[in-house]
């Protein structure tokens, strides 16, 4: 019999048990949520709603899949994922945001993520999302396969970067693509779990970093980007 890698050994594992999964969301209703939709499928292990906070508990709890939330602060899912790549190379990460933007999925997957899913993927389909990356397989929402492609095709080697984009936190990002889809401060607010006095603030702070003073040169700038 072939020696087994240590990938392959670890998916010849999880396929003979129930697998053990870590969420990382700032949102407790939707944690709440995801581990309710879950727990017939999945041993959920953990919890963690900041990066200090996961990468203590990813680290101490050992998950063989940690459901990633991109857009938090303190350098957001990236940073948690960047932290536990270096001492627990064999845990694996799956995207699970609210955001389909370009930029979001190609930076998570070149940090090392197996996958990406929105969340208006079903409970079933998550779930089978989780057991393919425990598994090895790369899963992807079906319109974000392509970004991924088409970046590593024509510039494999070159991070996406955006000076302007960069001056921008990540609820900032957040607010604008919600924006330029047509989103009033009303429903952008009941998406984003913030007040929409949040909402009025974090938009005042992307025209004056960004030195607009519209609605629709943001939403204009933000399609040129392919954020919508």
Do not use: C
């Amino acid at each position: 019999m072939a020696d087994q890698t240590p990938d392959s050994a670890v998916e010849v594992g999880v396929a003979a048990r129930r697998l053990r999964v870590f969420l990382v969301d700032d949102h407790v209703m939707f944690r709440a949520g995801v581990r309710a939709e879950l727990g017939a499928h999945v041993d959920v292990v953990g919890e963690a709603s900041t990066v200090a906070e996961a990468v203590s508990r990813i680290a101490a709890t050992e998950p063989d899949v940690v459901l990633l939330d991109v857009h938090m602060p303190e350098g957001g899912g990236r940073a948690v994922l960047e932290a536990i790549r270096r001492t627990h190379p064999y845990v694996r990460f799956l995207a699970l945001s609210v955001s389909d933007a370009a930029e979001d999925v190609i930076g998570l997957i070149r940090a090392g993520a197996r996958g990406y899913v929105t969340k208006t993927i079903s409970p079933d389909e998550l779930a089978a999302a989780v057991r393919r990356v425990a598994e090895g397989d790369a899963v992807f929402s079906p319109r974000l396969a392509g970004f991924v492609l088409d970046a590593f095709a024509a510039r494999p080697d070159v991070p996406v970067s955006d000076p302007e984009l960069d001056l921008l936190t990540n609820r900032e990002r957040e607010v604008l693509r919600l924006l330029a889809r047509g989103y009033a401060y009303k429903e952008i607010a009941r998406e984003l779990y913030i007040s929409i006095k949040t909402v009025e603030t974090h938009v005042s702070n992307v025209l004056r970093k960004l030195q607009m003073s519209s609605r629709y040169e943001l939403s204009r700038w933000a399609a040129d980007r392919r954020l919508v």
